[in-house]
């Protein structure tokens, strides 16, 4: 049955609409990522034009991968994804059963919940989730930059003698790697790089199951992790 939202707004529109940790609980296998989908769609006819949706989950792998079946359900349909995604087409991630995508951001708690947290023996510095932001209907996807781009998508992989990251951009979800011997001012940016950041690389071959970057390649940071990502050159 439909949710009423519409009717629940009074026919206001929003320029932000969140749902946190929803989806996961509602029609556990009963036809679960259609209806979810449905109700995101649902949700999407609250948000005013240049607005968004957000959408947070578990930062789990089953979670995860329900929330990236349901993105794929909303892509099929027109819907544009503003983050974290910089493409448009199925989400790479679905591919291996092992995979996932999640965010991790810093946090400052508030006092009370930090004197909780150490009262506990907690230690809480970030937090991790599993997102999405979702245009409203009729908005297109944002090209991505001009360039190799890649949102990192993993923490700093061990490596002996390399240092490795998980990237997802417009060639799909692959490594990404550079020697330590290789190490220069043009790429030093990927020895501090974080899980969110979005990222320019220029000079890497293929290797193996991903990309390996040498002394020439050249590594920026375009957009911080939870940042907005800029425009293609000659846009905005």
Known sequence: SRTGLAALAGGRRFDLVSMGHVLNELWKGQDEDRRRAELLEEALGLVAPGGSLLVIEPALRDTSRALLRVRDLLVERGAAVRAPCLFRGPCPALLRETDWCHAERPVDPPPLVAQIGKAAGLRKEAVKMSYLVVAPPGEAWQ???????????????????????????????MGLSLQEKHVRLENRAFERLLRGDVVEVTGAEPRGDGLALGEASTVKVLAPAGRPVPPPRGEG
Not at 157 to 169: D, N, Q, V
């Open 143 to 173: 090209a991505p930059p001009a360039g190799r781009v890649f949102r990192i998508v993993s923490e700093p992989l061990p490596s002996k003698g390399r240092l490795r990251y998980m990237g997802c951009g417009p060639e799909g979800r």
